[in-house]
């Protein structure tokens, strides 16, 4: 009897050892849309138990076309998961205003590890609804071979690249792979692309929000004329390219160069075989100073309702730190923490895509925040007359003048 109290005792006092210790109370559900990213997430996971053994994380995807909604009605049933993947901008804003979403502005590691321009794609009101987690880069994928059989450099301007385009048209190589029948490319990895060095970087955009800069008025101008500047070296009946057929194109070494994102590294990996590729920031007009599209993709948010809500923080603040960004980075193939720590990646298309970073300022797309709020229509407009400069139906200020109207009709009220 004696030996069973003391066995009974023992066992008390283990299990007030391991509860303290962490040992229970510490599994973690990650909800997220990427139904491709079990294994990989697996393995960003395994990283972070290397140090916290005992947080359990189990990844949980949902369908893509099914997780708004799933989310929304398990978060409006009290069984959410613990940790979520969180949609930049009005998406992510509208869950926060419904309670749905931890407050993480004065967290430790949002406040040491990112900047504004990061935490702002997923801030409601000035607070921050989620760690910025990954972000998707832009820039011009180009076939090394075919440069170096034309004698062309990596240009570092405007100019250069549109000499670099006449030098290789002139040599029969269509020079892009780019056209318009994607009906969303043209937009979001040209056109898009151009615009934060033309513009300003984050600070050129909050200007066009706030009503300080017109929206027609010579930045917006010069980035139409660029896109016109384009349409001679796009494909032969471009207007029926689409966003496929232009990477195919580039893949197949048809086209020298096409603009996209850092999303096809592992595509364009598998596929090309027969020549040297790299990439390269998108070159900004002479006198502008560079500034890299970086798109943020998701953010990883915290379920309020979490019964493990620090647990779910010291996950995130490992992400943020530099061994969870490299982790990111080197599972997730083309998408980049978003953090301040310093990572260096073994892929060299996406360590060169990283390094574009390097001594340069990020922004996101143009239109994502608050041209787009209350549904206004900067996307279409911008969509449309993108179209409308390359087919020559419009000038550079006429695009810009039916932009600045169209918003202006729309409501648009700085």
Request: proline share 6%; hydrophobic share 45%; glycine share 8%.
């Amino acid at each position: 009897m004696k030996i069973v109290k003391i066995l009974s005792r023992a066992a008390c006092g283990l299990g007030l050892f391991l509860v303290a210790a962490g040992a229970f109370g510490q599994n973690l559900t990650l909800g997220s849309w990427r139904t491709d990213d079990v294994a990989k997430w697996t393995s960003i996971i395994g990283a972070f138990n290397k140090s916290y053994p005992n947080i359990k994380v189990k990844f949980d995807p949902t369908t893509p076309a099914d997780y708004n909604a799933t989310l929304r009605l398990q978060l409006d049933n009290g069984n959410g998961p613990d940790l979520f993947y969180a949609r930049s901008f009005a998406v992510g804003q509208d869950l926060f205003k419904a309670g749905y979403e931890l407050d993480l502005t004065t967290t430790p590691f949002i406040k040491s590890s990112y900047t504004p321009t990061s935490t702002a794609a997923f801030s409601s009101d000035g607070k921050v609804f989620a760690l910025p987690t990954a972000a998707v880069s832009h820039g011009i994928y180009y076939n090394k071979d075919l440069f170096a059989k034309y004698g062309i450099a990596v240009p570092k301007t405007w100019p250069e690249l549109i000499a670099a385009a006449a030098k290789l048209k002139k040599a029969g190589v269509t020079p892009f792979g780019n056209g318009l029948a994607g009906n969303w490319d043209i937009l979001e990895v040209v056109l898009m692309n151009i615009l934060p060095s033309t513009v300003g970087g984050a600070e050129g955009r909050i200007a066009y929000e706030t009503g300080k800069r017109k929206l027609n008025d010579a930045s917006i101008v010069a980035a139409f004329q660029q896109l016109k500047d384009l349409a001679p070296y796009l494909p032969k009946g471009f207007e029926a390219v689409s966003d496929n057929d232009a990477t195919t194109l580039f893949e197949l070494g048809q086209a020298a160069m096409v603009f996209w994102g850092s999303w096809d590294i592992p595509a364009f990996s598998d596929k090309i075989k027969d020549f040297k590729w790299s990439v390269f920031a998108t070159p900004p007009l002479v006198g502008k100073a560079n500034v890299i599209e970086f798109m943020p993709d998701f953010g990883i948010a915290i379920n309020p309702k979490s019964k493990n809500v620090e647990a779910a923080k010291t996950f995130l603040a490992w992400l943020a730190g530099p061994v969870g960004g490299k982790a990111i980075g080197e599972n997730l193939v083309g998408f980049f923490p978003m953090s301040k720590a310093a990572v260096t990646l073994e892929n060299p298309y996406a360590n060169t895509f990283l390094g574009f970073n390097t001594g340069t300022k990020q922004d996101f797309r143009f239109t994502w925040d608050k041209l787009s709020a209350n549904k206004l229509p900067s996307y279409n407009l911008l969509l449309d007359e993108s179209g409308a400069v390359l087919k020559g139906t419009h000038t550079p200020q006429q695009a810009a003048d039916a932009f600045a109207a169209g918003m202006a009709a729309a409501g648009f009220k700085p």
